[in-house]
Every structure is written in C-alpha cells, then in structure tokens.
C-alpha cells in the first residue's frame, strides 16, 4: 500500500471515489424519476396552439395600418392573391394582395372576407373602430382606435408545429403494405377519390368496425411488435383481439393510405403510479373545414359535430364534459348496424375524462414513429424526442429536470472513467518507481 503516499495517487483516488459517489446518486435519482416518468416527466408540454394552430392552418398572424381606417390583415400561409371583400352595407371591393386590406366604417361593423379560390374558407371579422376625427369632435385626442371583436381565423403571432410533426407520412409504413390498402379502399370500401373527407372517415371507419368489432378482446404482447396491416390480419383472422391501441394504429394507417393525415392521441395520467386515466384514439384532419376532427373507433364513434356541422377536436370535446356541455356535441356512431348520428347520452359519458375532477389527466398527441416499442425509439422519446402533451397541470420542469439529471448522470460516468484511467496510470507509475528504487537497493 506504499503506493497511496504518492500524492497523484491520493488525488485521483479522492477523484475516482468523488466520481463514484456523484454517478451512485445520479444514478438513483434518474432510476426514481423513470420509475415515476408517467407523473409529469415523460412528455413536453404544450398549449391549444401547438396542436391545432398548425403552419397549414390559415391564420392572421399580424395587422398593418395603411392609413386612417384601411387595416391591412397579415394572413399565413398565403392562400390567395386577391381577396372579395363584403362591406357592412352588402357592397364589394377587390383586394389585389394577398394581405387583404380593408377599408373600414365607423362603429361595430361585420366584413366578410372571400379569397379569390375554390376551396379556401372564407374570413369573417367583426371589428369596431373609431376614427381621430370622431375623437376629436367629442374634444379626444384619442388616435384611431381598431378592436377586433370576432374572428372566424385564428390570430396568433406564432406557430410552432405542422401538420405532419404529429401525422403519419406513408413512408413510415411498407410500400407493399400501402398498396394492399389502397386497393381495400377503392375496390372493398368504395371510397371515391372526390368524396368529403367526412364521409370518408365514416364509410373507412365503418368498414373496419365491422371486420374487428367482434374480437375485441385482451391481445398478445406480440402485436405491439407487428405492422398495423400485420395486426389488422392477425385480428380479422381470429388469432388475436383488440384493444384500443389497436383499432388507433390500424384506423391511423388506413387513413393514411386514403390520404387523410391522422395523428394518435392517448389520454394518460398517474398518481403514486396509480392510473387515472388510459385510453387512445386519433385525430383526422378535415381540410374541407380546416380542422382536426376527433374519431375513436374502439368505442364505434367515427366523428362529433357541433351545431353547425363543423368536427370536435380531442380538448374541446374534454372542455365540453367539463363545462357539462356535452349536449351540444352531436356523435356519428356505429349503432346496431347501422350508421346513426346521436346526441350526448350516458354511453358517451365515460369516454371523456372530467378535467376539473382530474386536472392531472394529460392529453398526449403521439409523434409519428415507425415502432413506438423498438428500443431506439423508446430511447429517443425518453430523451431528446419526446411525445406533446396537453394538461390543465402540465408543465415543462420535470421534463428538463429529468433532462438535467441525464446529463449529470452521463457526466458523472465520464468522470469515473476519466478519473478511473488516471488512477490506474498513477498507480502503476508509482509501482514501478518503487520496483526500480526496490532493485537499485539490492544491487551490490
């Protein structure tokens, strides 16, 4: 043990055991924090906008004054160059930009916006102004002043996701295995390439209720593993049931092979690792109506609708249940054969969560993976490509806490090995001194 009194060897001693202590509690702590990773640390955390205000969704993202009483609205993406504006008195302008530019009246006035293409929405704006001169006539030096009341587009100075950061692209799936879909849709299902996307989220959804309804029943650990078509076989063929992760997957492929992007949505939530919540389902997108469109085959609901025709998403149908609301949703079912659509009743009751019962409950909008249970993917949400969640809750520290730890951890380990090397060198630096001082000492 003469070695230790070398004072390079006591230093990276002292260091390796420092190493080893600080990897030991790192170690622990990220070992805790995985065991409790459903309890707020697995996910990112995002609002309303993140999900449904997408780089695709037709937006005012900013307003420009062109001169007293001409608004200019800054509209992203860019849908049209030339705009048909409807004045408050029925009459009509051209805007040749594809900002359009209105020109506005005194007082609380409604403009109808029309873009000069086929399929795009119109923009509908309810804006009170009041001019200087009206000011100044009642003695104020107030300015212009504009106050949009309602807009029928969403107004928002950033977006942060598109359409595909959450939808499957078909080269996530198997070209044979697209193909043989395909083929299904137009020839077994008869899904017409002009037909709504509504009606053809029903007529596919329909079909596929039809074929898998039956079994549903606990499946195999195995078909996680298998591609939807793979699993969709293995269930239609009586060799395997179904839960709701696998009507999604199988709902979210064929979709995609029909051209409508679709994106999985869970609802999650854990307490003391007691589950308060668990279900998943899909989200489609209807680009006649510019919206995600909530569908959950697993319980035979394709669509919900509001009043005016227009689909639910995923948060508004959650915020219905909590506000007591649910009334107002009308749900296109799959009802003893037949396609019926329904108001809120108590069957639909117990597919929402009550968010005011249960604020921890978390909305998890799924990032596409080719295989959410390979290891590499596993690893990759864990860490740098995390799922986006919604929650009441929800908040982003203890997925950068989690993040921390990991990289305490990694550090700490290079720590050991570095201070570990160095010990080694030192050590056996001293061994051999005293080896060579041991040998001069017995020379005569």
């Not at 307003?63 to 705009?83: D, E, H, M, V, Y």
């Not at 598109?162 to 799936?173: M, Q, S, T, V």
Request: aromatic share 12%; glycine share 6%; hydrophobic share 35%.
């Amino acid at each position: 043990m003469a070695f230790f009194k070398s004072t390079s060897s006591k230093k990276s001693l002292a260091g390796l055991i420092i190493s080893l202590l600080c990897f030991a509690v790192f170690t622990y702590v990220n070992a805790w924090i995985f065991k409790h990773k459903n309890e707020g640390f697995l996910n990112k955390y995002g609002n309303y906008p993140d999900f449904y205000i997408l780089h695709e969704t037709p937006s005012i993202v900013g307003f420009k004054k062109t001169g007293a009483g001409r608004l200019q609205c800054i509209i992203s993406p860019n849908i049209s160059n030339s705009w048909t504006i409807r004045m408050p008195d029925g009459a009509e302008h051209k805007s040749i930009d594809a900002n359009p530019v209105i020109i506005l009246k005194n007082g609380k006035n409604r403009y109808e916006l029309t873009p000069d293409t086929n399929d795009a929405i119109p923009l509908i704006l309810n804006i009170s102004y009041v001019g200087s001169e009206t000011y100044k006539k009642r003695g104020s030096s107030s300015g212009d002043n504009y106050h949009i009341i309602e807009s029928n587009y969403p107004i928002i100075d950033y977006k942060r996701y598109g359409i595909y950061d959450f939808a499957y692209r078909e080269n996530l799936y198997k070209k044979e295995e697209l193909a043989e879909a395909k083929k299904m849709i137009h020839e077994d299902i008869g899904v017409l390439p002009d037909e709504d996307t509504m009606e053809k989220i029903v007529k596919i959804s329909k079909y596929l209720y039809d074929k898998i309804e039956q079994y549903s029943d606990i499946p195999s650990d195995g078909m996680k593993y298998l591609s939807p078509l793979e699993q969709y076989k293995r269930i239609t063929s009586g060799k395997d049931g179904a839960w709701c992760h696998n009507y999604a997957v199988i709902y979210t492929f064929f979709m995609t092979a029909a051209g409508i992007p679709t994106r999985l949505v869970s609802v999650e939530g854990e307490i003391d690792r007691v589950k308060i919540a668990g279900h998943i389902f899909a989200e489609s997108f209807v680009k006649e109506r510019g919206k995600w469109a909530f569908s959950d085959m697993n319980s035979g609901i394709f669509l919900s609708e509001n009043p005016n025709g227009n689909p639910y998403d995923t948060i508004e149908l959650l915020y219905l249940k909590a506000s007591d609301s649910l009334e107002k949703a009308s749900f296109i079912c799959y009802d003893k054969a037949e396609i019926k659509k329904r108001a809120f009743d108590a069957k639909t009751l117990t597919l929402f969560e009550n968010l005011k019962s249960k604020p921890n409950v978390e909305i998890v909008y799924q990032l596409p993976r080719a295989n959410r249970y390979s290891l590499p993917s596993m690893l990759n949400r864990y860490t740098i490509n995390p799922d986006i969640a919604y929650s009441p809750e929800g908040s982003n520290f203890k997925y950068y806490l989690k993040l921390t730890f990991l990289a305490l951890g990694l550090v700490s380990f290079m720590a050991v090995i570095g201070t570990g090397i160095l010990f080694i060198r030192d050590s056996t630096k001293t061994l051999k001194m005293k080896t060579r001082k041991n040998s001069s000492a017995g020379t005569p």
